[in-house]
């Protein structure tokens, strides 16, 4: 490791940064979502570079790694893997950056997988845009706060099954590989940290219209603790008809609450919601 020097820079808690050291769990993290040999990688985050390096000794064929503090992109620019056209470093913010698009002007083919050690403050927001992105994604390994990762999972029944829930397993299974303590970063976080792996779906079984299972899971989770039939109330209202109606066409019983529901009931609540909103167009 002589040659990639790992920047013992002070961390900024405005970029959620709390980093990885341990190479068991480094390479835990890297292999969380399979072998990764041969495979283009994308990083969000790769700080002072554990993860980073890790990647690239398991085989990635290539990490584009995108940092947000000038500090790392700078020290990462200097790995001899940057060199060798292996490493990608990007300097800016992972929310504003193309990816389709960066992949494309660096000559990189999808799909890729995504694997990260995510700034808590920007986590959430960025792996809906990936749960949306379409075919250049491919399987991911996330390290999120431990809440996040159990939201992202969660399954009908389970306390924190919700929106983020409904929206992932429409296109991906999804599964916890592992937990951290505080502890096992530097500096420690206030809260456990977890790998969520979401592998895609095949393209038969993925559910197209994200936009259409979102709109409903919005209004069903809106009011969680009420029966369907009156949180879907004003969704119904807007489509032109009753809720009760509406939820016994789906075979769904309108006294039932919305954690309750399960992935094919949310489709078929989205695909009569696609149909009756295209007739009212
Ligand atoms: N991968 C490293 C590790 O495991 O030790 C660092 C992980 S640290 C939790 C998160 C990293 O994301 C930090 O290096 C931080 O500078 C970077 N970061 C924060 N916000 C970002 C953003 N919007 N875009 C790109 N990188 C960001």
Not at 164 to 170: I, K, N, P, Q, R
Not at 186 to 209: C, G, N, Q
């Amino acid at each position: 490791m002589t040659d990639r020097p790992l920047l013992n820079a002070r961390a900024n808690k405005s970029l959620g940064q709390h980093f990885l050291f341990d190479p068991d769990i480094l390479d835990r993290t890297a292999l969380a979502s399979g072998p990764v040999d041969g495979s283009v990688v994308i990083e969000v985050g790769p700080g002072p570079g554990g993860l980073t390096a890790a990647l690239l000794r398991k085989g990635a064929k290539a990490v584009v790694a995108l940092e947000m503090d000038a500090r790392f992109a700078a020290a990462l620019r200097e790995w001899p893997e940057t060199r060798e056209g292996r490493l990608h470093v990007i300097e800016g913010d992972a929310l504003a950056i193309n990816i389709p698009d960066l992949l494309e002007e660096l000559g990189l083919e999808g799909p890729v997988r995504i694997i990260a050690n995510l700034p808590y403050n920007v986590g959430t927001p960025l792996v809906v845009d990936w749960l949306k992105a379409g075919d250049w994604r491919g399987q991911m390994a996330l390290m999120f706060q431990h809440e996040v990762a159990i939201r992202l999972c969660a399954q009908p029944g389970d306390k924190h099954y919700g929106r983020l829930a409904v929206l992932t397993h429409a296109v991906c299974s999804a599964h916890i590989a592992f937990t951290l303590p505080p502890g096992a970063f530097r500096p420690p976080p206030k809260v456990d940290s977890s790998v969520a792996v979401l592998l895609p779906l095949p393209a038969d079984e993925k559910f197209a219209d994200l936009e259409a299972i979102e709109k409903v899971a919005a209004a069903a989770f809106g009011q969680r603790r009420k029966m369907l039939r009156a949180s879907l109330k004003s969704i119904a209202g807007a489509m032109g008809t009753d809720a009760t109606a509406w939820l016994e066409g789906c075979e769904i019983d309108p006294t039932r609450r919305a954690e309750t529901l399960s992935q094919n009931e949310f489709r078929a609540l989205a695909r009569s919601w696609r149909q009756q909103v295209s007739k009212l167009a």
